[in-house]
């Protein structure tokens, strides 16, 4: 099956720093890519869906100031969360797809802790 | 809105029981339907994947069923193991489009030897 990297796949960061998490389709194009979020014990909630080459669409109650989406390529696609406070430690998991008729494909997540 | 319940939200079973787990969704327009498996602190492992036109999938100790008409599919494992042990996430992908998969709850099984 197609392969999606995650990269750093854990962080600790002090508050108000700024991290950058990379997810990369590693043998296939991805025309879109889904990040998601994950607080323990719970599903994983999405955040916003990006297409190549577009801005990405974010889901109700998650800041675009605040999670910088970044899909510039076909197999890349960068999470950047600004300004870090703590109760953005959180499992984030992103996701890509070829075509809509395809399946997606998860990354093996990057656990977030700001301290 | 596309929803998606799993009940239970936890199961505790001893080895070797056959148990199964069971998903809902409230729009019946789904693609497709997708079982994973999620071990603590980890990523997702993809089970099962059923299409919209499928009844049933099966894999090893696994059978997914998918009834899209009354919104439900059923995760069957047979023979559980303690390697079993894990939450398992059902999600689907409705027609609609560019949509991401929207996810359940999970239920987390214990499979005590």
């Known amino acids: 099956g197609a392969v999606v990297s995650q990269h750093p796949s854990w962080v600790i960061c002090k508050s108000g720093t700024s991290v950058k998490i990379e997810c990369r389709s590693l043998?296939?194009?991805?025309?879109?890519m889904f990040w998601y979020r994950q607080f323990p014990k719970q599903s994983l909630m999405l955040m916003a869906t990006?297409?190549?080459?577009?801005?990405?669409?974010?889901e109700q109650g998650v800041e675009k100031d605040k999670f910088l989406i970044n899909h510039a390529s076909l197999t890349l696609s960068t999470l950047t969360v600004t300004s870090a406070h703590p109760e953005d430690s959180s499992f984030y998991i992103c996701?890509?797809?070829?075509?809509?008729?395809?399946?997606?494909?998860f990354g093996p997540g990057t656990r977030l802790l700001v301290l | 809105k596309q929803e998606v319940t799993q009940i239970p939200a936890a199961l505790s079973v001893p080895e070797g029981e056959n148990l199964v787990l069971n998903c809902s969704f409230t729009?019946?327009?789904?693609?497709?339907l997708q079982w994973f498996r999620q071990d603590p602190g980890k990523g997702l492992t993809s089970l099962l994947l059923i299409q919209s036109s499928q009844r049933e999938q099966t894999s090893g100790r696994l059978n997914a069923s998918l009834d899209k008409s009354s919104g439900r599919s059923t995760l069957y494992i047979a023979a559980s193991q303690p390697g079993d042990s894990a939450t398992y996430l059902c999600?689907?992908?409705?027609?609609?489009?560019?949509?991401?998969?929207?996810f359940g709850k999970g239920t987390r099984l214990s499979v005590i030897a």
């Open positions: 990006s297409n190549e080459g577009s801005k990405a669409t974010y």
């Open positions: 729009d019946s327009a789904i693609y497709n």
């Open positions: 043998d296939f194009q991805a025309t879109t």
């Open positions: 999600a689907v992908k409705t027609n609609s489009g560019n949509t991401p998969l929207v």
């Open positions: 996701s890509a797809r070829w075509r809509v008729e395809e399946t997606q494909y």
